[in-house]
């Protein structure tokens, strides 16, 4: 069935830093790609919105500059967290919405949990 | 904007027994999607259940079912029978039934912890 693959899954870095976590589309081409950050214990919340070649569209407070997506073709979609910081600590999950015919409304990544030391 | 709103923080239920997670939400659209999401410690997000708005009929998945009320914006998570493994993170989410450049996206709302005691 139609999955989303998010690499890598943990990742630790020195603040200052730049870190790449890309989710790729196996099995279906995903135009869109969603990007959620979740603090323990709280919800997720949606970073930004890619669509496939063109220009993100980022929720209101999240720093374009910072976090910074890539979706150059239909199967893969990339966050970079730019000079990253402890304050960036957190959990990033992507997904993509569902194909045709599928029961899932969408394909999530099984996340990135990100530590900045 | 939609929202949707959680607001039971924590929930606990023994073993075997049947708990009700609560759901509002808040919208001026008349198609849309509700969903149940499940996410335990390992933190992947897993689909209870789904709810289409246009449809009167409670969605019901085995030990899982909903009550949608379309009117008081309401859509509760009734979870029958519990078992230890469903100690989880329990989202609802609200999903637009139109098209566009957001086709897809899911408003979550808070999450409600739920323990499980043997």
């Known amino acids: 069935g139609a999955v989303v693959s998010q690499h890598p899954s943990w990742v630790i870095c020195k603040s200052g830093t730049s870190v790449k976590i890309e989710c790729r589309s196996l099995?279906?081409?995903?135009?869109?790609m969603f990007w959620y950050r979740q603090f323990p214990k709280q919800s997720l919340m949606l970073m930004a919105t890619s669509n496939e070649g063109s220009k993100a569209t980022y929720e209101q407070g999240v720093e374009k500059d910072k976090f910074l997506i890539n979706h150059a073709s239909l199967t893969l979609s990339t966050l970079t967290v730019t000079s990253a910081h402890p304050e960036d600590s957190s959990f990033y999950i992507c997904?993509?919405?569902?194909?045709?015919?599928?029961?899932?409304?969408?394909?999530f990544g099984d996340g990135t949990r990100l530590s900045i030391l | 904007a939609q929202t949707v709103t959680q607001s039971q923080p924590e929930m606990s239920v023994q073993e075997a027994e049947t708990v009700t997670l609560s759901c509002t939400y808040d919208t001026s659209e008349s198609d849309y999607y509700l969903f149940w999401y499940k996410q335990p410690p390992s933190r992947q997000m897993i689909l209870v259940i789904r709810?289409?708005?246009?449809?009167?009929q409670n969605a019901t998945e085995n030990r899982f079912s909903v009550n949608f009320q379309k009117a008081a914006k309401s859509f509760s998570l009734k979870i029958s029978d519990s078992q230890l493994g469903d100690a989880a993170m329990y989202f609802c989410?609200?999903?637009?039934?139109?098209?566009?450049?957001?086709?897809?996206?899911?408003?979550f709302g808070q999450g409600t912890i739920l323990t499980v005691h043997p």
């Open positions: 997904s993509a919405p569902s194909i045709a015919g599928s029961n899932q409304p969408q394909h």
């Open positions: 709810q289409e708005a246009y449809k009167q």
């Open positions: 989410a609200y999903r637009s039934g139109g098209g566009g450049t957001s086709y897809g996206k899911l408003t």
């Open positions: 099995d279906f081409q995903a135009t869109t």
